[in-house]
């Protein structure tokens, strides 16, 4: 499976934007899509994962209520949308899949696929 992310930028803090992620290859093996994100000097940390097939989502604590996270199964292609949005969130961006069940989608290591990352900055 290949994904090329796409759809990051420089937004004001309060405004919104949104990331896509398009999948191809063997899509049609695809169990889980998520989105992680690095900010310089951190580690890699889990943002949100949809389940392919029944749509389910999962939100780390600090996005919740902010953040969205969808699927179009036609299109191989997951988004996220981010909405009021601030200065702590700015990182790059990373979508990752995975073909089965591999362990809680909170974790890296998890996760066999990895697109290239998009930037994405909020400024204060």
């Known amino acids: 499976v290949q994904l090329q992310a796409s759809g990051g930028g420089l937004v004001q803090a309060g405004g919104s934007l949104r990331v896509s992620c398009a999948a191809s290859?063997?899509?049609?093996?695809?169990?889980?899509m998520g989105w992680f994100r690095q900010a310089p000097g951190k580690e890699r940390e889990f943002v949100a994962a949809?389940?392919?097939?029944?749509?389910?989502?999962y939100y780390a604590d600090s996005v919740k209520g902010r953040f969205k996270i969808s699927r179009d199964n036609a299109k191989n292609t997951v988004y996220l949308q981010m909405n009021s949005l601030k200065p702590e969130d700015t990182a790059v961006y990373y979508c990752a899949a995975q073909l089965h069940y591999s362990g809680s989608y909170y974790y890296t290591e998890n996760w066999s696929y990895w697109g290239q990352g998009t930037q994405v900055t909020v400024s204060s």
């Open positions: 290859g063997r899509t049609f093996s695809i169990y889980a």
């Open positions: 949809i389940r392919w097939t029944s749509g389910v989502t």
